[in-house]
Nanobody, 129 residues
Framework: QVQLVESGGASVQPGESLRLSCRAS????????VAWFRQTPGKEREAVAC????????RYADESQGRFTISRENAENTVYLQMTGLKPVDTAVYSCATDWLVLPDGINCPMKYYEYDLWGQGTQVTVAS
């Protein structure tokens, strides 16, 4: 079955860290760019970071720069999002996505949700004291 599954979300206090995982099954994730998005009720889905297929090309949203790190272990078919210095504003459902229906070259790294066609179900991150 072709799918993405996120894990690692939790309830933490401000200043703490989390590492989210996005594991693919049914295909080779290393052939594709992968992006992390987050969404809160009533707001449009917001890009967090994107990583190209070979891991060399990385993009971050301005709000994520300096605190979040995206990486991948293609041998594990997994992309990670390391989050440090978490703030209440980071509270959201975090989802990973890939452009599975396009050519599997992984050379583009769009930061718009409509550029992606395969999504995980999301994992909840809550930051509160």
């Amino acid at each position: 079955q072709v799918q993405l599954v996120e894990s690692g979300g939790a309830s933490v206090q401000p200043g703490e860290s989390l590492r989210l995982s996005c594991r693919a099954s049914g295909f080779t994730l290393g052939h594709y760019s992968v992006a992390w998005f987050r969404q809160t009720p009533g707001k449009e889905r917001e890009a967090v970071a994107c990583i190209k297929g070979n891991g060399d090309g990385i993009r971050y949203a301005d709000e994520s720069q300096g605190r979040f790190t995206i990486s991948r272990e293609n041998a594990e078919n997994t992309v990670y999002l390391q989050m440090t210095g978490l703030k209440p504003v980071d509270t959201a459902v975090y989802s990973c996505a890939t452009d599975w229906l396009v050519l599997p070259d992984g050379i583009n790294c769009p930061m718009k949700y409509y550029e992606y066609d395969l999504w995980g179900q999301g994992t909840q991150v809550t930051v509160a004291s």
